[in-house]
């Protein structure tokens, strides 16, 4: 398990989210997220596939085993058609990680776009939100409990400004489903 580092917390995850997902998710399991970050190359350290979608093309290929799908910011969020495409060309995955685009970097970005396109995920699949403490990212929680109708959640908080959650779908246990 890494220690608590640069790695995590502020743009990232916190180091509690992360060890909540490795105790939920198999080995071998595929995570897409939105957005890629520091954190991206620790998921397959430890034994995961991951895809990324990420905007900025700085990040894309950066870090070795992480499957990257370039996405770039338009207007205020993913360009809308090439994101749709980005999720349709993951065949399957395990668990769904909202964590971008990123709240204040280079172009000022809003995450409510995600609500638009929920119907392109897997409602029997878990999600983890981060930084839910911010009104958008409340919103998003809202409406994926809303679309997903989720059997549980778990929610981490550190600090005011850190919050994150997980919701679980029906007939979801530790290390997958039933």
């Known amino acids: 398990m890494p220690k608590r580092s640069v790695l995590f917390g502020g743009p990232s995850i916190t180091v509690e989210l992360f060890a909540a997902i490795i105790r939920l998710l198999p080995k071998g399991s595929t995570i897409l997220e939105i957005g890629s970050g ?41 360009h809308r058609k090439l994101f749709r495409d980005a999720v349709r060309s993951v065949e399957d995955y395990d668990l769904l990680i909202i964590d971008g685009p990123p709240g204040t970097h280079r172009v000022k970005t809003n995450r409510r776009g995600i609500m638009d396109m929920l119907g392109e995920f897997d409602r029997t699949k878990p999600v983890a939100i981060d930084d839910i403490e911010r009104k958008a990212e409340a919103e998003i929680t809202e409406a994926v409990i809303d679309w997903m109708q989720p059997a549980d959640s778990i929610p981490f908080c550190r600090g005011k400004r850190h919050h994150s959650i997980i919701l679980l779908p029906e007939n979801w246990t530790e290390k997958g489903q039933r």
């Open 38 to 78: 520091k954190v991206s190359p620790l998921w397959v350290d430890v034994g995961y596939r991951v895809i990324s979608i990420e905007h900025d093309e700085e990040w894309c290929n950066r870090y070795r085993g992480v499957e990257y799908r370039h996405v770039p910011i338009h207007g205020r969020w993913y």
